[in-house]
């Protein structure tokens, strides 16, 4: 992320929070790891109490340089993650972050953001902005970066598609924002993209969809009327108009008619008032979101 002083933020220091919840909710962002929040402590409650209906957000402000210099955040969407019940470890303050939350019934997800070398339980996830490479081809134009922190992070690598997430000004891009996760998980993990995200930054955003083996089977859903509609005028007036026509062509309905009857009369209007339904929902339901 950029700085709080930045331009890219907004008009003020916790104005970036509101592209933050936007790009979670379009995104069906459960569980989001953020990077140089330069993100006090005070800053991160005023949030908290803007967007806490929807976010939960644990913070980890840099000891010595509150607002100036690196920062991280856990972001739980309340719409789809539990926010109950969640434990957290500050490894290195500003840097290095662990969560613990429950996921489907007894199920649990642990995640690092960042990682270090500590008595933790194996993480399912580790993701972050690791500002290194591990090969030259992470690159362009490639060239070899710090071996010491390389070797270190391949113990706990697993190989993942190359595309570059960061370009510098001067046009060469790199493979830093990364997503890890256990071997065992590979089957569970799919939908991987890397996008611009709606937050200020000049990162791309990599997501996952991880999805549990016990989790339960979801089918498609069923249309319902939006309650929103119930007081739209122009289609109260078709329903109204489709209604009587309907009352006119059961009363004149020929006996004994398997084609045409009460029934199919009856299906047909309420097919012809969902269709438009659906059509005013597509004009009425944008203006109130927006």
């Not at 789809?80 to 939350?101: C, F, N, Q, S, W």
């Not at 249309?223 to 007081?231: E, N």
């Not at 009363?251 to 269709?275: C, H």
Request: aromatic share 6%.
């Amino acid at each position: 992320m950029k700085g709080h002083t930045s331009q890219l933020t907004g008009t003020g220091p916790i104005s970036k929070w509101s592209a933050i919840s936007k790009t979670m909710r379009e995104n069906k962002i459960g569980l989001l790891a953020l990077q140089e929040t330069h993100l006090s402590d005070q800053l991160a409650e005023q949030a908290s109490n803007l967007y806490q209906r929807r976010l939960s957000i644990t913070n980890s402000p840099h000891p010595n340089n509150l607002t100036g210099s690196a920062g991280i955040a856990f972001v739980i969407n309340k719409e789809l993650v539990k926010a109950e019940d969640v434990i957290t470890h500050v490894l290195i303050p500003g840097r290095v972050m662990y969560i613990l939350l429950k996921w489907h019934h007894t199920s649990t997800l642990n995640a690092i953001n960042k990682w270090a070398d500590l008595h933790l339980p194996k993480p399912d996830l580790l993701l972050g902005d690791f500002n290194l490479t591990e090969d030259l081809i992470d690159r362009a134009p490639a060239r070899h970066k710090n071996d010491r922190a390389v070797t270190a992070l391949r113990e706990c690598r697993q190989a993942l598609k190359c595309a570059f997430t960061f370009t510098t000004h001067g046009h060469t891009m790199s493979r830093i924002d990364r997503i890890y996760a256990k071997e065992d998980l590979e089957d569970n993990l799919i939908d991987w993209t890397h996008d611009a995200p709606g937050i200020p930054t000049n990162h791309k955003m990599v997501t996952v969809r991880l999805a549990l083996t016990n989790s339960p089977l979801i089918g498609k859903d069923r249309w319902s009327w939006p309650l929103g509609l119930l007081h739209d005028k122009e289609l109260n007036k078709y329903i109204n108009q489709k209604g009587q026509q309907l009352h006119t062509e059961m009363k004149n309905l020929p006996p004994n008619d398997r084609t045409i009857n009460a029934q199919t009369l009856w299906q047909t209007f309420k097919d012809d008032i969902k269709r438009e339904a659906v059509k005013a929902a597509k004009k009425q339901i944008p203006k109130i979101t927006q």
